[in-house]
């Protein structure tokens, strides 16, 4: 038995799955929403998503999607970070002065 194989045949099999369901975007029932959304955050490797990105017949339904759920998560997370660092950066400042 080749696990390896068996492995890249199951990650293929799932992003059939995936791009099936990609297909219908944006008028995709809400638990096929919610399974795409786990699927890009937390199961597809960066070759899985460069594999589906490149299917020229999902082009303008992944754009869309990434649009409307990836990217804006990924802003948002990322000005998180942002304002969490400054805050950081304003306090070791805040009490270097005091102590100085």
């Keep these: 038995m080749n696990v390896g194989f068996d492995h890249a045949q199951a990650r293929t099999a799932r992003r059939k799955e995936i791009e099936d ?7 995709v029932e809400p638990a096929t929403l919610d399974t795409l959304l786990s699927w890009f955050r937390h199961e597809a490797s ?3 998503v460069a ?22 998560s990924a802003n948002e997370e990322g000005l998180i ?3 969490l660092g400054i805050a950081a950066v304003a306090g070791i400042f805040g009490v270097a002065a005091y102590l100085i």
């Design 81 to 83: 970070w942002s304002v």
């Design 46 to 48: 960066s070759m899985d």
């Design 21 to 27: 369901m990609l297909r219908d975007y944006p008028d």
């Design 51 to 72: 594999m589906l990105s490149s299917v020229d017949y999902l082009k303008d339904e992944y754009c869309a999607f990434r649009k409307d759920h990836l990217d804006r």
